[in-house]
T-cell receptor, first 113, second 112 residues
């Protein structure tokens, strides 16, 4: 079946560096994507989203890039801070598949001081 | 606004026991979802609801039941707890105008 997956299970970066978290998706019909951040012991928290008719969207210190040709999504975090340490999930939505999101397995981001 | 609240925060069940995980939202969202998250894994959809009186199965519904008698509440029922149901359970809501889901803090369930 269709699935969403992540390339790297763990990413370690130095404080102040930029982080890039990647996600591969397999459903070419997916039309909406979200990145969530999950801190230890908490529920996922929305970071940023992007629709399939866009290839880039920027927020505060975060940028999401969408490459539909290779079905790849990435989350870039600028000037990574200790508070960015968390698990990051990508999720996809396919309007034709019902009112559901499909989540990837997550990437653990560790920020080293 | 409390957002999405879940009770209890933690629970230990013996095999064969039953329990109800509560989820309440005050955002007037029509859509509600139940997920389970196993250690080191992503979220798997158990059941969802598009409005009061309407529920549907997700990816892993076996062993669970839900009801949606009001917009605010979406309880998840485990009838015969099994060790495979040891997990963290998250409830989420969504307004009809966006795809973004808002999550509760989760319930950590252990079945021994």
């Amino acid at each position: 079946g269709e699935s969403v997956g992540l390339h790297l299970p763990t990413l370690s970066v130095q404080e102040g560096d930029n982080s890039i978290i990647n996600c591969a998706y397999s459903n070419s019909a997916s039309d909406y994507f979200i990145w969530y951040k999950q801190e230890s012991g908490k529920g996922p928290q929305f970071i940023i989203d992007i629709r399939s008719n866009m290839d880039k969207r920027q927020g505060q210190r975060v940028t999401v890039l969408l490459n539909k040709t290779v079905k790849h999504l990435s989350l870039q975090i600028a000037a990574t801070q200790p508070g960015d340490s968390a698990v990051y999930f990508c999720a996809e939505n396919w309007t034709g598949g019902g009112n559901k999101l499909t989540f990837g397995t997550g990437t653990q981001l560790k920020v080293e001081l | 606004n409390a957002g999405v609240t879940q009770t209890p925060k933690f629970r230990i069940l013996k095999i064969g026991q039953s329990m109800t995980l509560q989820c309440t939202q005050d955002m007037n969202h029509n859509y509600m979802y139940w997920y389970r998250q196993d250690p080191g894994m992503g979220l798997k959809l158990i059941y969802y609801s598009v409005g009061a009186g309407i529920t549907d199965k997700g990816e892993v519904p076996n062993g669970y039941n839900v009801s949606r008698s009001t917009t605010e509440d979406f309880p998840l029922r485990l009838e015969l707890a099994a060790p495979s149901q040891t997990s963290v359970y998250f409830c989420a809501t969504r307004a009809g105008t966006t795809y973004e889901q808002y999550f509760g803090p989760g319930t950590r369930l252990t079945v021994t």
